[in-house]
């Protein structure tokens, strides 16, 4: 390596000035994660001694009683999360399958920036759509004929109001679509030619191809586009706090409303004066943060091994 | 990563070959299906995009008018007014944001593509990056609620700020780094061999190679902040008056979106409508401007 890092002294002040502010900035992220960790735990605390482990295990929600259990919170957190990557994740395989192997190249370009559009649009126009617009469609349409066809199922169980679970999960996973697509798009165009047309010469069709030759060759990269999803999904904040309904009940059917962590604190925070309760909505917060940080370091030592295996490093 | 096909086989036992014998009518019949399927999904996710924007060009362009961009919200219940306020505070905090966010990323991305290249540190402060790339916008607000907020006695504009320029501090921080990568070491050298100093040849040379892209960068995670919502919940709260003093609770669109959204007052809703509109055109418009430049230079 010709570059070595810069000798602070050996060009004068300036260059040592420069060195120090761009250490300085570096240093000051990693204190800025640091102080997240710190100061939510901090600020937890008064909840974390007066539950304990119960916290995480019951969901009794009383602001009047200062009893609060976190259990319905990350129960209808995770589980929107689970639905929308269950629709996100195959509808991104067949765009990304689109988008490389059977679109045209100029219908390919629009389509792309179409769907990487749908990642700039901001999360509250998604709320306020889901609302007003896409939530009384559920109602209307699509939940008399899921309960239609699988009621007998107790998750298609109960009244169909539009907003709940399962609309915030469908709103996810339109969310987190275009973050899993533009990953896995990538994935399918570093696959070798030679493997892929190898293939095509023993007759596979295109189909055959995918399947047996493309994602075998990128499972590592598609999984890590379905890491980067659920990071976003977990934390989602506003257009679920629109649409999710923000109820404490544990329900088993995804057409009961529920909440997450992140719609409880917008929707709870600011009305809350008193001090337990204001601790035990940090604490939430703290386990939220918790959530993402194992995702990415979980994500990390997975791209890690990917870079390893491919022969590159991470 | 092939073998394990072949892997599989010899554990089973089994001699069929990896692709299973079926009448060629099926195996076109299946795959017709399976484009059919993929283009259906591509076109799923564009007819999301346009019921969207649809939905909120229209509402959104029945409340913009005159006194939407000129005139303070109306009291609750009443008639007319306009967001004025919110549109001057939400302007005012994204700029402190980016004042206080960007030169802190691009530092950040100048150490680690100009002194910490291959350092331990280097590589945990990349770990460090992505940690707080994903890290709930919402927590951004929380942390400068107990940060800021408790100690201040109140809710401020100035909390929101600096709550928004966490989200772009890393954003800026990765893509200085990814840019200032993309500049071959051959410039730098040239620089130095020449007798420039390290400063003149980072922000002289490597960041005038790297201009462009560092500027969709800093555009598109300012575009991005000017439309978050969670980070101002509990740091700038919102406020019905003019924003005066950062000190204070500050007016902002998309708090105002949220509130108004919920009141059961028609005229609050259509308000929010409008305050949608301006949002998504502002934010469509910088993504798609940048997007659209970065394009004219790739190609």
């Known amino acids: ?314 | 990563m092939m073998d394990t096909t072949y892997d599989t086989m010899e554990t089973t036992g089994r001699s069929t070959p990896p692709f299973p014998l079926r009448s060629r009518a099926r195996r076109r019949a299946f795959d017709t299906m399976v484009r059919i399927a993929s283009t259906a999904a591509a076109l799923f996710a564009l007819v999301f995009l346009f019921w969207i924007l649809a939905v909120v060009a229209k509402r959104g362009a029945a409340a913009l008018d005159w006194t939407f961009f000129t005139s303070l919200p109306s009291p609750p219940g009443g008639e007319g007014g306009g967001l004025a306020n919110a549109i001057l505070g939400t302007a005012a905090m994204t700029v402190m944001a980016a004042l206080i966010g960007v030169p802190l990323g691009l530092f950040t991305g100048i150490y680690q593509s100009e002194f910490g290249r291959g350092t331990r540190f280097g590589s945990f402060v990349r770990f460090t990056i992505n940690v707080m790339l994903g890290i709930p916008s919402i927590l951004s607000g929380l942390f400068v609620y107990t940060l800021m907020v408790v100690t201040m006695g109140h809710f401020s504009g100035l909390a929101g700020g600096v709550s928004l320029a966490i989200l772009i501090f890393p954003y800026v921080a990765r893509t200085t780094e990814d840019m200032l990568g993309l500049v071959p070491d051959a410039m730098r050298e040239s620089s130095l061999a020449l007798g420039a100093p390290r400063w003149k040849t980072t922000l002289g040379v490597v960041f005038r190679a790297a201009r462009s892209g560092l500027a969709t960068g800093i555009l598109l995670s300012v575009a991005r902040v000017s439309g978050e919502t969670a980070p101002l919940l509990f740091t700038a709260l919102n406020s019905p008056y003019w924003p005066k003093d950062f000190a204070e609770p500050t007016a902002n669109l998309t708090v105002t979106i949220f509130n108004y959204a919920m009141s059961p007052y028609s005229d609050w809703q259509r308000l929010a409508w409008g305050a949608s509109l301006l949002i998504t055109l502002l934010v469509l418009v910088v993504t798609v401007f940048t997007r659209w430049r970065v394009g004219e230079v790739e190609t």
Not at chain 1, 265 to 282: C, V
Not at chain 1, 285 to 290: A, P
Request: hydrophobic share 55%.
């Open chain 1, 1 to 314: 390596m010709s570059l070595r890092p810069g000798r602070p002294g050996s060009k004068g002040w300036p260059d040592a000035l420069f060195r120090a502010a761009a250490v300085t900035c570096a240093a000051l992220i990693c204190l800025l994660m640091a102080a997240f960790f710190v100061e939510l735990a901090r600020n937890a605390w008064p909840s974390i001694r007066a539950f304990g482990f119960g916290f995480l295990t019951t969901s009794t929600w009383n602001p009047v009683t200062r009893t609060f259990g976190a259990l319905s919170s990350i129960y209808g957190t995770l589980l929107s999360t689970l639905l929308a990557l269950l629709i996100a994740v195959p509808l991104s395989l067949a765009t990304a399958l689109f988008l490389v192997k059977l679109a045209p190249p100029g219908l390919a370009k629009w389509v792309r920036q179409g769907v990487e559009l749908l990642a700039a649009i901001p999360s509250i126009i998604f709320g306020m759509w889901g609302l007003f617009v896409f939530a009384p469609y559920m109602a209307d349409h699509v939940q008399p004929f899921l309960q239609s066809v699988l009621g007998f199922l107790p998750l298609f169980k109960g009244p169909t109001m539009g907003i709940g679970i399962l609309t915030s999960g469908v709103i996810l996973a339109l969310m987190v679509i275009p973050f899993i697509t533009a990953v896995m798009r990538d994935v399918f165009t570093m696959t070798p030619p030679v493997l892929e047309e190898a293939a095509y010469g023993m007759g596979a069709t295109t189909w055959e191809v995918v399947r047996r030759v493309t994602i075998p060759y990128g499972v590592r990269g598609l999984a890590g586009g379905v890491f980067l999803g659920l990071g976003r999904a977990i934390g989602e904040t506003m257009a679920v706090t629109f649409v999710i309904g923000n109820n404490h009940q544990l329900s088993a059917s995804l057409f009961a409303a529920g909440n997450s962590i992140a719609s409880t604190l917008a929707n709870e925070f600011t009305e809350a004066s008193e001090p337990l309760y204001r601790s035990s909505l940090i604490e939430l917060g703290l386990i939220l943060l918790v959530m993402t940080f194992l995702i990415q370091i979980a994500a990390h030592l997975w791209l890690n091994r990917l870079g390893r295996a491919s022969g590159r490093t991470a």
